[in-house]
Structure formats: C-alpha cells, structure tokens
C-alpha cells in the first residue's frame, strides 16, 4: 500500500545507465533509465532517485546509502563474465566495468546496512552473481530458445510459477503469473544464500530472494512494463518504509 500524504515517502535509488545519448543539437554521454522504473516507483508511494555509476564507487555508495530507504537494480546491459570467471560468449555486450563495480557496491552497501533491495532483470543477475554464482550467457545455447527475448524492442509475453510459502509469492500470489521477458541470459548455477522462487516451465530461475528478515526479492522479468500491476513496487516502498521507520527510530534514541 502507497504511503499517506502525511506520512513520510521512503527514498528508493534506482540504478542508472550511462549511455550516449541525443537531444536537440546535444549527442553526449548521459544518465538515463526509462520513466517507467521511477513511475513504478512514485506511483507505489516513494521518491524515485537516480544513482548514475560513479567514480570510487565503494566511497560513493557509502554516502549515498545513508540517504536511502530502499534500492532497486535495473535492467541493462550484461554483466561482464570475467566477474564470475566465464569465457566472453560473442554475443555477449562489451564489458562496463563502470555499473558493475557501480551496482556491486550499492549490493554490497545496502545489504550491511539491511537496505531493501529489489532487482529486476539484469539486477537479478547481478545479485546472483555477486553472491558466487554464474550465468548462461547466451539462453538460445542452453535452452534452444528465444522466448525470452523476441527482439525489437518488443517485451516477450511468458508464464512464470511461483512458489508457495515464498516472499515473492506474498507480494504476488503463488502458482502461474503472466510477466514481461526481455533478456539472452540467465542464471545458470546459483549464488550462495539466495533461494529459488520462481521458474518457467523450462526450469529456467525467473526469482530468487534471501531468506530471514532483511529485504531481497529479484525478479528476470520487467515488472515496470505491466503499468496495472505494482505489487513488486508495493512491495519495495513498504519494506522501505519500515526500513526507515526503524532506522527514526535508532536515531531518537539517545546515546
């Protein structure tokens, strides 16, 4: 449920590209992401905050964690593989270290400090391999398949099944869910202390979470692409909000 107007709105950083792009006579390098992240955000009840890669990225995210309530990884560009130690696949897109060491720092930073995390797609595989795993770089090798991506910019229509018992399944509902494919990769083997919550049909891992309280739900789908459904963002803003009703609560009290 989004926050009351009198309530305070929980601060969510969400991971940005930095990407040449064009307006008018201007062709430069720019952060950008797609409005449809932060308005799956501010539509849930937070404040949607842009976290372009930055240099020093471990003293950046340090900072700019203790301003956060709440961090979403977005969709992007692969993941290079020499992080999880794979050989380039061809097909694989030219490594950017910059939102790699970037986004495993905010990871990194906002796990120590029980920061909700939420990763969607490309986010999802970096939080698995963060935690030790690895991933199918190209999915029509190992699934001899497309479905996951059918090119041009057109998002893939395909059906997950969520686990019962799950956190995801809490946000969502257990059993099938219709979601928004757009990716050649995958995970392959499983990072360490994450726990599978949803597959397709395939067996291909469509979610993972970490067990016990602290907030981390992944999804391989685009959940900003399905504007009438919010509950993974519903589900982020609430934990934020509690988040940052605790850590209020931790600075009132007198050292």
Known sequence: MASNDSDPRPVIGLTTYLERAKQGVWDVRASFLPQQYFDSVTASGGVAVLLPPQPSPEAAAAAVLDGLDGLVL???????????????????DPARPDRDDWELALLRGARRRGIPVFGICRGLQLINVAAGGTLHQHLPDALGTDRFRIGGGVFADNVVLVDDGTRLAGLVG?????????????VDRLGDGLVVTARTDDGLVQAV??????????????P????????????????????????SEHAAVPA
Do not use: C, I, M
């Open 209 to 222: 979470e970490a067990p016990g309280e602290d907030y981390l739900v992944a999804v391989q789908w685009h």
């Open 174 to 186: 257990a059993g099938e869910l219709s979601v928004k494919s757009y990716h050649h990769q995958g």
């Open 224 to 247: 900003e692409e399905n504007s009438e459904d919010r509950r993974l963002f519903l589900g982020l803003v609430a934990a934020a909000a509690e988040h940052a009703a605790r850590r």
């Open 74 to 92: 977005t969709g992007g560009l692969d993941v290079q593989p020499e992080l999880y130690g794979a050989p380039r696949h061809p097909l694989t």
